[in-house]
């Protein structure tokens, strides 16, 4: 390893090590469990089938990385309807929601988000037919973003 790319790293660490605590002191954590089922309906989500990627280590939260993919066929009798992005600990916990349908092709999303702090990042996608269902990531946030509720 190079020295720039050693201090970079410490750099980060001690970053880490500061910036998360008292970001997440300013953000308390969101139930998700409430606005899943208030977006279902109170029908219960299937775990797997959706894919969720986010970096484990996330340096900026102003632009993290996201993909989705959820495991149908996009036909007209079986296909996601929407994916909604939610979030546990940023000032807004719902971060997107995205409507597909089988003219889509294919239940996959990239894109990028803002990220307060190290949390959980849950996806719902609702499916044809009133079925659901979740998938999740964890990211630890080292430069907070949305930490300021007008931004």
Excluded: W, Y
């Excluded at 939260?61 to 296909?79: C, K, Q, W, Y």
């Excluded at 994916?83 to 597909?100: C, D, G, K």
């Excluded at 003219?103 to 959980?120: D, F, I």
């Amino acid at each position: 390893m190079k020295r720039r790319g050693f201090l970079r790293a410490a750099g980060a660490a001690a970053a880490a090590a500061s910036l998360p605590a008292s970001g997440q002191a300013l953000l308390p954590r969101h139930d998700i469990a409430a606005l899943v089922a208030e977006i279902t309906g109170g029908a219960v989500p299937e775990r797997g089938g959706v894919t969720v990627e986010l970096p484990s280590l996330a340096e900026n939260g102003n632009f993290v990385p996201l993909r989705i993919r959820v495991a149908s066929p996009m036909t007209a009798e079986d296909h996601v309807t929407a994916l909604h992005v939610l979030s546990e600990r940023n000032p807004r916990p719902r971060i997107a929601t995205f409507r597909l349908g089988p003219p889509s092709g294919r239940a996959e999303v990239a894109t990028r988000v803002r990220l307060a702090v190290a949390q959980k990042v849950t996806v719902l996608a609702a499916l044809s037919g009133g079925r659901f269902r979740v998938g999740e990531a964890e990211v630890f946030v080292t430069s907070a973003a949305c930490i300021d509720e007008g931004a």
